[in-house]
């Protein structure tokens, strides 16, 4: 039960400290690399994707989350709840019965793991430093927040752009800001964003998110596509192998956009015993 537990807590981290197996079942894309010019029809591309990021504010789904490391490789069943630059929650489910084993809170200020079935709560501030111990990233919330509802906030500027490549049926657009590189796929046909490529200022790290499946919501009097599969890779110290590669799919079978009733409550366990975040290097599952 203990091996099973710990890899239900770590369905939500799509990057840990080790390199991870590939997702046979995942098609790899390959990025545009026919350099071309930005006309002012690739600009206004671009600007009408951005535009329409901000029109999905919240969320309440079910998805089906699979990931594959070198120690642990599964699938579970969780119920994602989310409001834009606010606060989030995973419920995890295991079993026919759907019995719910593993509850994940991220506010705006603090970070809660409930492992429901080991009766131990982690708890911490909502910073930098805590969020790498769960997620393996940096800074890594709104990332990961943004992506789950579907839609990235691409904030910025096309003034910004550094180039751009063609290929594939796609169009990236690529910016360099203070050493950070990031590569904006999008599919100029159904006009939606499909990847996004981000590699940090030391390089030693590279993040990847895919999105696909997409399906029509009528969101503010307009219909706007939201994909119902994301996968998310990380590749560390240079890695080009994907067998070398965290990946973590989520695949949504329900998707709620802008629900009108949307409550996000997670009431703390008064009986489990808690560990801060604060004062562990690494989790107990890890």
């Known amino acids: 039960m203990t091996r099973i537990i710990a890899l239900l807590l770590v369905l939500c981290t799509f990057v840990l400290q080790s390199g991870c197996a590939d997702f046979d079942t995942v098609t790899r894309e390959e990025r545009p690399a026919l350099s071309s010019e930005l006309t002012p029809e690739l600009a206004d591309l671009y600007r009408e994707v951005a535009e329409a990021s901000p029109s999905v504010r919240s969320l309440d789904g079910y998805a089906d989350v699979s990931i594959k490391t070198p120690r642990k490789k599964g699938k579970v069943y969780c119920n994602i709840q989310l409001k834009r630059h606010q606060e989030s929650r995973m419920i995890v489910t295991s079993g026919i019965l759907g ?126 596509l939201i994909p119902r599969q994301i996968e998310m890779t990380l590749s560390r110290n240079g890695q080009t192998d994907q067998e070398e590669a965290c990946r973590l799919v989520i695949d949504y079978d329900k998707q709620v956009i802008n629900p009108k009733e949307l409550s996000i409550r997670f009431v703390r366990p008064g009986k489990a015993r808690v560990i801060s975040l604060e004062e562990i290097g690494e989790l107990p599952w890890m």
């Open 99 to 224: 019995w719910p084993v593993a509850d994940l809170y991220f506010g705006r200020d603090s970070l809660f793991v409930h492992d429901m079935m080991g009766d131990r709560l982690l708890a911490g501030k909502n910073n930098t430093e805590n969020l790498e111990k769960i997620l393996g990233v940096p800074s890594g919330y709104r990332l990961l927040s943004e992506s789950l509802l579907g839609l990235v906030n691409l904030d910025e500027p096309v003034e910004r752009v550094s180039g751009v490549k063609k290929g594939n049926g796609r169009v990236m657009y690529v910016f360099d800001h203070n050493g950070t590189r990031k590569e904006v796929v999008i599919d100029p046909g159904n006009r939606t964003l499909t990847a996004l490529f981000i590699t940090p200022p030391s390089g030693d790290s590279a993040t990847a998110i895919h999105f696909r499946n997409f399906q029509p919501f009528v969101l503010d009097a307009r219909t706007v």
